[in-house]
């Protein structure tokens, strides 16, 4: 892998990720405080019912890029140009789509906004956020071919300061204005000056990269056309079992509970996009990796990344689960603090999620995302199914059961398998036994650490500090059990001990020449 491209694109993500996380806190607070609940469920139901659009969740960006790897490997200008007109056709036609469908929904808000007390406008902050959604539709093309370069880190820094500006800006509106409406103008200005920079940007630095040549092989065409409704399945079925348990919960329990839950979900979302990153980031490296290397070669990096996957998931959710009320307390207040068994099934679920991570950026990576194009509609009609059928009789905890039902069931089975069959051609047997007993481990010592005593004291601080490092010794301790008991863990964890290893003695090598030639210079 380009380790120096990889490491750029990681630690661009995180540090603009730990910033926009706690502007993002921020302002959700200020949104609360200043407005109320109401409004922080509205916001929350418009997210829901059409933040998926947005081109960072769409996924046909992904589609793209991995059409580009090999022509950018062997230069070949044509075919880069021919498939960026395609590209910047396509994405003008969804965002005309897009907003079709935006404007279809409108009659029904009222439906889906359970609860409401007519305080705010429903419609003029639904059009503004549908507006800024389209917006990106503009630029999107631009986006993703500065992505195929391996050159995420541009792309990243763009969108994030753009949002920093966003963020701050929100908090000064809601201070000084007090007004839902320009609450969400904020979000289009964010979304014209992204507009403005990325033009910017590719002019200056990618714009030759690219010949008037529009003319693409019928082959490639269909190739290129059938990865992006791929995608497109992937994510409209990403959007039924994620994104509409927000709908699910307005339409059901009423918005300002689903206000409530949403703060729970800011934070558990914005860190785990943040953890995430670290495997988005690496995409179009590992897209390299498959294009030039054997495939064994790319199994070894998935088997590695896969149980970093796990450790990951395992410190951070044992340590939302312990930390979760202490820090809706501090940001929120105390009556912002939401049932406990929800909090549990929550942490559960968001773990089974995560553990999708490395089998999805390794199907990204490869393209294999085609194979499985009709898994996300099918998960997606039966997680409908089942929440609509639960929520009646458990309320919200039926909605997140529901998910890691169709998750166990259907995700952890099919995208696996795909992905051993076309992207590694082997057989995933091993996997399957690893992973369920991974998470069977994970979802059992939960439900042990429920019953350990819980930290409290009059100091909510100390409370969320004690409760934090306690987690990580929870974590240790559920990691050494896995170390000691399952052998093929134990295995990875030395093989990425030795390539950490191997990195640090390759630099340690690189510093002493360097300091040779400086040497001999003098």
Not at 274 to 285: D, R
Request: proline share 2%; charged share 15%.
């Amino acid at each position: 892998m380009d380790r120096k491209k990889a490491a750029i694109n990681i630690f661009t993500s995180l540090f603009f990720k730990i910033i926009l996380l706690v502007l993002t806190l921020l302002s959700r607070r200020f949104l609360v405080n200043e407005l109320g609940d109401e409004a922080n469920g509205l916001y929350s139901l418009y997210v829901s019912i059409i933040g998926f659009l947005s081109v960072a969740e769409l996924g046909v960006g992904t589609a793209i890029t991995f059409s580009m790897y090999k022509p950018i490997i062997d230069n070949d200008t044509k075919k880069i140009s021919s498939l960026y007109y395609l590209f910047k056709k396509v994405y003008l036609i969804i965002g005309f789509v897009i907003t079709i469908v935006g404007l279809i929904i409108l009659p029904f808000l009222p439906f889906l906004a359970k609860d409401t007390t007519g305080t705010y406008n429903i419609y003029i902050g639904y059009l503004l956020f549908l507006l800024s959604t389209v917006l990106t539709y503009f630029y999107a093309y631009k986006t993703s071919l500065i992505n195929a370069y391996k050159n995420n880190y541009v792309t990243t820094t763009i969108r994030s300061v753009s949002q920093i500006f966003e963020s701050l800006l929100q908090i000064f509106i809601l201070v000084y204005f007090k007004s839902f409406e320009l609450f969400f103008m904020s979000i289009v200005l964010s979304n014209i000056i992204q507009w403005i920079i990325t033009n910017y940007i590719f002019k200056k630095h990618y714009r030759s990269k690219i010949i008037f040549y529009k003319h693409i092989d019928e082959d490639l065409k269909i190739e290129v056309i059938n990865n992006t409704k791929a995608m497109f399945a992937h994510k409209i079925g990403g959007l039924l079992v994620v994104t509409l348990n927000g709908v699910i919960i307005g339409s059901f329990i009423g918005v300002i509970i689903l206000g409530r839950y949403t703060n729970y979900i800011t934070i558990l979302t914005g860190v785990s996009s943040l953890l995430s990153l670290g495997f988005v980031a690496i995409t179009s490296i590992l897209g390299h990796s498959y294009a030039s290397n054997p495939k064994n070669i790319f199994h070894n990096q998935f088997k590695m990344i896969y149980i970093i996957n796990f450790i990951v998931a395992v410190i951070f959710y044992l340590g939302f689960l312990a930390i979760a009320d202490n820090l809706i307390s501090i940001i929120f207040s105390d009556q912002s603090i939401i049932e406990r068994n929800i909090v549990v099934t929550l942490t559960i679920n968001y773990f089974i999620q995560f553990m999708r991570q490395s089998t999805l950026v390794f199907r990204d990576a490869s393209g294999t995302f085609y194979n499985d194009r009709h898994k996300p509609i099918f998960e997606g009609v039966i997680n409908l199914t089942l929440s609509l059928i639960l929520v009646n009789i458990i309320g919200i905890n039926g909605i997140l059961i529901a998910t890691i039902i169709t998750n166990l069931t259907i995700c952890h089975t099919i995208e696996p398998y795909v992905l051993y069959k076309y992207g590694f051609e082997d057989k995933p047997k091993g996997y399957y036994t690893l992973n369920y007993s991974l998470i069977a481990i994970f979802i059992g010592f939960v439900y042990v650490y429920e019953h350990f005593p819980n930290f409290s004291n009059a100091n909510k601080y100390i409370d969320l500090i004690v409760n934090g490092s306690l987690s990580i010794v929870y974590s240790m301790a559920l990691l050494f059990i896995c170390y000691v008991f399952i052998k093929p863990f134990r295995t990875q964890v030395h093989n990425i001990i030795k390539y950490l290893k191997n990195i640090v003695i390759s630099l340690t090598k690189k510093y002493h020449n360097r300091k040779k030639n400086k040497e001999k210079l003098l």
